[in-house]
């Protein structure tokens, strides 16, 4: 290999000291990239899996009467229940801004136009769908939902002021009884 000149001596150094930066910044550059795709995937992931509410809805069928009691923090109020046919995916039933503070905390008489400031229809449908589907909106921040199987409701033995759940019978108490209500917010 020929000697290089002085001239042609700094422009190797030149090029070397270019590369060298290109290549550190591309390495810096993916190491953040992957940094921060690593960070947004384990925060969606935690907002997801920790949705700061209690997520458990409770129901009893008492004749023609269906109650749902909504497990939420001390500090938050109802604002909507909405009533879906499992099966067919249509809106049954809505109650909108419950009147009564019981209401207003979680205990919603379904099909009672009187216990909301809107309601619709006016009744109940002549036959429960086999499934109800129970979303209450608790404001912007969260809500909760439930799929009932209607016939597991009826069958259920449930003592005053209990209600079926997912995962067995359940008071309201204990339906309300969150151990951590600190990510939740006041609507």
Known sequence: MPALGAGELRQYAVRRREHTV??????????????????????????????????????????????????????????????WDGDRERLVWRGDRPLTEEGRRGLLPLWDGKAYRASSPAGPPSELPATLDVAVDHGPVYGVSEVFDIA?????????GSYWTRQGVRTAEQLDGVPDCGNSSSP
């Open 22 to 83: 290109v290549v550190t910044a591309l390495s810096v550059s993916a190491v953040v990239v992957v940094l921060l795709t690593v960070g947004f995937w384990a925060f969606f992931v935690h907002t997801l899996s920790d949705p700061g509410s209690p997520g458990l809805v409770g129901m009893r069928i008492d004749g023609d009467t269906v109650t749902v009691k909504s497990g939420q923090c001390p500090q938050d109020r109802v604002r909507r229940v909405e009533v």
């Open 152 to 160: 597991e409701v009826r069958g259920a033995v449930l003592p005053p």
